[in-house]
């Protein structure tokens, strides 16, 4: 078993990767273009915190899903989570569960573990290695 664990890692790191670019390309979507339609995001300009935020996300999103730049385009995603978190939701309350906070800390510590372990063997940056 720990030699198919092992052996798939790599390509689990790539899924890891993809999943989590995915996830910030499609809130940079939705923020930017309104697609699909979200109350929340309806009134968001692009020079808004929101909107900045859903530059991040669409950019360094789609960079994160092909894993090109990927290391320096997790760590600003980690950080763009990390201010999000206290900028928008710990002032709600202490607790992620109250705050609604629970996916940008998740989020946070994904990107900093893909800042840390890379892209993965399926990707662009291991391509131009």
């Not at 669409?58 to 206290?86: K, N």
Request: proline share 6%; glycine share 8%.
């Amino acid at each position: 078993m720990d030699r198919i664990a092992a052996r798939s890692q790599p390509y689990l790191l790539s899924l890891f990767r993809f999943v989590a670019g995915l996830m910030f390309f499609h809130y940079g979507v939705a923020k930017l273009f309104k697609f699909p339609p979200v109350e929340m995001f309806a009134d968001v300009t692009p020079l808004s915190l929101w909107g900045i935020a859903g530059m991040f996300e669409f950019v360094a999103g789609g960079l994160l899903m092909i894993g090109l730049f990927t290391r320096p385009a997790a760590f600003i995603l980690s950080g763009e989570m990390a201010f999000a978190y206290f900028i928008e939701h710990m002032p709600h309350s202490f607790f992620p569960v109250v705050n609604d906070g629970a996916l940008a800390i998740v989020l946070c510590f994904a990107c900093l573990f893909l800042a840390a372990a890379g892209s993965g063997p399926i990707s662009v940056d291991a391509l131009r290695r």
